[in-house]
């Protein structure tokens, strides 16, 4: 039943459809190798995975992880730790940031920078309720959350999810001057990929 072939068909056959993997069926991982179920070594130039792609098993970070989970292994929002304090002043000498929020994805950080340019614009730059607009760019990959997909230009995403959300206005990537055009006295914010890379 762990064959190669027996796991891509129970995949397959039970998973949702939403992503195409490469039919590699992979079983560990050090640094920057990966090996299949059949004991084939990859280089992944993945790095593992979008936001969290330092690698596989790096010792620091594994030896950091199990210690932490060893003391405690996760905190509700409802309470406080010892170790957040520690990154928020470690992320805002290393960013200049004044305020700092972690997010679980980079779809969910997506969606609460939108939340929050447009809350910005209604209570500090004045535009009328519900009238602030975010310029997006076409074939922008950010996540697959509603929100998201509804400023996606990608029918595949698209397809069947709407209605969807108003207030983004679409430029051709790279087009300065559509951009320029794009903007309004509504505009909050410009989200943009600077390399776009989507994923299937």
């Known amino acids: 039943m762990n064959t190669t072939s027996a796991l891509i068909e129970t995949e397959y056959r039970l998973g ?5 993997p490469l039919d ?21 130039c993945l790095s593992a995975y979008s936001a969290v792609n330092q690698g596989h098993c790096h010792p620091k970070i594994l030896a950091a992880m199990i210690e932490q989970a060893g003391k ?9 730790n010892d170790q957040l304090a520690h990154l928020y002043e470690e992320l805002a000498a290393l960013t200049g940031s ?4 972690p997010m679980n994805s980079g779809a969910e950080a997506v969606e609460t920078a939108v939340k929050a340019v447009r809350k910005w614009g209604y209570e500090v730059k ?10 997006v760019c ?16 990608d029918p595949d995403a698209r397809a069947n999810f709407g209605p969807f ?7 051709t990537f790279g087009d300065l001057e559509s951009f320029r055009e794009a903007i309004t006295e509504n505009t909050v914010a410009f989200l943009i990929e600077p390399i776009q890379g989507k994923r299937v």
């Open 138 to 153: 076409s074939n922008n990959f950010h996540g697959r959350t509603m929100g998201i997909v509804g400023f996606s230009t």
């Open 24 to 44: 590699v069926v992979l079983s560990r991982g050090e640094g920057v190798y990966v090996w299949d179920t059949e004991g084939k070594r990859y280089l992944d």
């Open 126 to 135: 004045g535009v009328p309720e519900n009238c602030a607009e975010i310029i």
């Open 98 to 101: 004044h305020k700092i929020l």
């Open 72 to 80: 405690l292994t996760l905190t509700s929002r409802a309470f406080r």
């Open 165 to 171: 959300a108003p207030g983004f206005k679409t430029v």
């Open 16 to 20: 949702a459809h939403n992503y195409k």
